[in-house]
C-alpha cells in the first residue's frame, strides 16, 4: 500500500531501456555482455527545464566463468578495458555485487562482477517521460584511479554550473572525484577531491558563510566502542567538511550523523541526495542499513540542519524511513532481481509542491518518486 506522503511512484530507467550497442565494454573487448544495473542516478534539472539522470550502469560478462576461472573487467591508460581471470577456487563469492580473493588472507581484497560507467538521461520536466538517451556523451574512466569504474554519482548546480562527485574505484585508492558542466550534460573530470575510502560525498547548493560543505563517509575496517550508556552505536557516519573551493576540503570537527541505538540504522549509513535548501533548513536525505541478509535493508531517511550553521542537525527521523524498496515496483523486471530489500536514493529535485527524489531501486533500476513536502515539516 502506498504511504501517504508519496504522490507518484515509478521505475522510469531500467537495463532494458539500454541499447547494448553503445555498451563500451562490450565494443572494447569483443566479449557478450549485459547490463546488470542501471541504477542509482544523479538528478539534476537541465537549462531547457527538462530533468537529467546520470545513471550508473553496471555492465557485465554474460559467461564470467570459463575454464574454472572468472573473468572480470579493469581499465588502463595504457591498454583501455582489459580481460582478467582468476582461479574461482581462490574466490568468495556470497555477495554478488563483488568477490573476495581468499588467498590475501591478511587483508580483505576485493573485485567486482560488473564495471560500471555513467549514461546521461533526460527525462521529460515531470520526470515521466524519457525524452533521449544520450549515448554520446557517455562518461568512462580517463585516469588510473578509475581502474574498476565510475560509481553513484550526485549532481549540484552550484552558481550556475553543475558539479558532480562520482566514486572512482581502483588497486590505487577508493576515492571521490569530482566533474564539472556549463550545461548539465558535458562533463569535464576535475581530479580526486577527497581520497581512500571516501564516497557517498555530496555538495550542499550554495556557500554558507563563505564556505562549501559536503556530507562525507568514510570507511574502515576499525571502529572503536561507544560509552555504555551513549545513544549512538559504533561504526560508520555521515560527517561534514568544509572547503573554500570545492577541492581542499577540512572535516568538520563536530560529530554528524550517527546511528542510533534504538533506530533501524545499525550496519551502515551515508549520504543520499545533496541537501536542499528549504525554509525549515537544509534537507538532507540519507540511506540507513538494518542488518538483513548476506548485505541488509538499505532504506532512506531525513534530516534538517541549520541553514546559517549546517553542523547544527534541528532533526532527524531515523526510525520511520521515507522511502522503503517496493517490491510491486521491480514485478516486471523478475527475471533480472538478484537483490532484494534495497532502495539507495541519490537525487532530489523540486516543484512547488512536491520533491522528485531519485534512487537505485535493487541496484537494479532507476525510480522516481514524488513526495509531497509536507511530509517533512
Known sequence: MKKS??????????????????????????????????????????????????????????EPITKGKFRYIRWSPEQGYVVEAHPTFQLDTTDPRKFRFLEYNHIKVFGLTSFSWLLPVELSADAHRIIRIHYD??????????????????????????????????????????????????????????????????????RIEGKYYALTRPLGELYFTTPGNSKYLPGTSINLAESPDLLHWKPVDTPYIRPHQDSLISLKIGGGAPPIKTDRGWLILFH??????????????????????????????????????????????????????????????????????????????????????????
Open 5 to 62: 506522503h508519496i504522490i507518484s511512484d515509478r521505475v522510469v530507467f531500467s537495463p532494458r531501456d539500454i541499447d547494448n550497442r553503445f555498451c563500451p565494454i562490450q565494443n572494447n573487448t569483443g566479449l557478450e555482455t549485459f547490463i546488470l544495473g542501471a541504477f542509482n542516478p544523479a538528478l539534476t534539472r537541465l537549462p531547457n527545464g527538462n530533468l537529467l539522470l546520470m545513471v550508473r550502469v553496471a555492465e557485465s560478462v554474460r
Open 288 to 377: 540507513g542499513v538494518d542488518k538483513c541478509g548476506p548485505i541488509g535493508c538499505y532504506r532512506t531517511f531525513y534530516a534538517l540542519a541549520d541553514l546559517n550553521h549546517p553542523e547544527i542537525i534541528l532533526k532527524i527521523d531515523d526510525k520511520h524511513p521515507v522511502l522503503e524498496s517496493d517490491p510491486v515496483l521491480t514485478k516486471a523486471f523478475a527475471d533480472l532481481i538478484y537483490l532484494d530489500r534495497v532502495v539507495f536514493t541519490t537525487g532530489i529535485s523540486e516543484t512547488t509542491d512536491r520533491y522528485i527524489v531519485a534512487s537505485g531501486e535493487l541496484d537494479l533500476v532507476c525510480r522516481i518518486t514524488q513526495i509531497d513536502k509536507h511530509y517533512f515539516f
Open 137 to 206: 556523451k557517455i562518461i568512462q574512466p580517463q585516469k588510473s584511479y578509475q581502474e574498476y569504474g565510475i560509481e553513484d554519482p550526485r549532481i549540484t548546480p552550484i552558481n550556475g554550473r553543475y558539479y558532480m562527485t562520482t566514486c572512482s574505484v581502483s588497486s590505487e585508492r577508493h576515492s571521490t572525484t569530482l566533474y564539472v558542466s556549463d550545461n548539465g550534460l558535458d562533463y569535464d573530470l576535475i581530479g580526486i577531491i577527497m581520497d581512500h575510502q571516501n564516497k557517498d560525498i555530496v555538495l550542499f547548493p550554495e
